[in-house]
């Protein structure tokens, strides 16, 4: 079945990058694209940015400029890196399949915490 | 980038009907297709797929949801409110990069 699970460290401080994975299964990389998106405490949903199936990454343009979205095919994964970290990125983050359109399958998120 | 448009809270009884709106910035609609999807979100829980498309219910999804509108104007109704329904919804378009949510409606009971 397909499953998504993201993965990283629940505690970056200021200033510092974050890297997060997602490893899915129960499908290839190369047949669907796979998207970022975060939640900050309390709030909503904002999309931050994708891997489509055929490699090409599409940005927020708010994140754009400290953004990094890549993948390794062989071993199902999806990476996220983003640089300069501030309190407010401070979110649950979750990768997500893009099912041409809807968000059909989500992984259950993974809270980073940016604090000193 | 196309903006969405949801009312925070919406009061409900248990057994009477919710109705949760969503206005886009622009059409999300091609032809008769409406790239709108609806998602639940409960605390502590990844958002899911209840409705894509506008009206196309997502497996597993009770027939008490139910989904409709073009254009600029989508409704997710949910008939009747069961207590398992207590959540967040959020409405999200395709058709446009990047895609976009609404903001979210927070659904209570009265």
């Known amino acids: 079945q397909v499953q998504l699970k993201e993965s990283g460290p629940g505690l970056v401080q200021p200033s510092q990058t974050l890297s997060l994975t997602c490893t899915v299964s129960?499908?290839?990389?190369?047949?669907?694209?796979v998207h970022w998106v975060r939640q900050p405490p309390g709030k909503g949903l904002e999309w931050m940015g994708r891997?489509?199936?055929?490699?090409?990454?599409y940005y927020n343009s708010a994140l754009k400029s400290r953004l990094s979205i890549s993948r390794d095919t062989s071993k199902s994964q999806v990476f996220l890196k983003m640089n300069s970290l501030q309190t407010e990125d401070t979110a649950i983050y979750y990768c997500?399949?893009?099912?041409?359109?809807?968000?059909?399958?989500w992984g259950q998120g993974t809270l980073v915490t940016v604090s000193s | 980038d196309i903006v969405l448009t949801q009312s925070p809270v919406l009061a409900v009884s248990l057994g009477q009907r919710a109705t949760i709106s969503c206005r886009a910035s622009q059409s999300v609609s091609i032809s008769s297709i409406n790239l709108m999807h609806w998602y639940q979100q409960k605390p502590g829980q990844q958002p899911k797929l209840l409705i894509y498309r506008a009206s196309n219910l997502a497996s597993g999804i009770p027939a008490r949801f139910s989904g409709s509108g073009s254009g600029t104007d989508f409704t997710l109704t949910i008939d009747p409110v069961q207590a398992d329904d207590i959540a967040a919804y959020y409405c999200?378009?395709?058709?446009?990069?990047?895609?976009?949510f609404g903001g979210g409606t927070k659904l209570e009971l009265k």
């Open positions: 997500t399949r893009a099912d041409y359109g809807p968000f059909a399958y």
């Open positions: 891997m489509k199936y055929d490699g090409d990454t």
């Open positions: 999200q378009q395709s058709r446009e990069s990047p895609p976009t």
């Open positions: 129960g499908f290839s990389l190369m047949d669907y694209s």
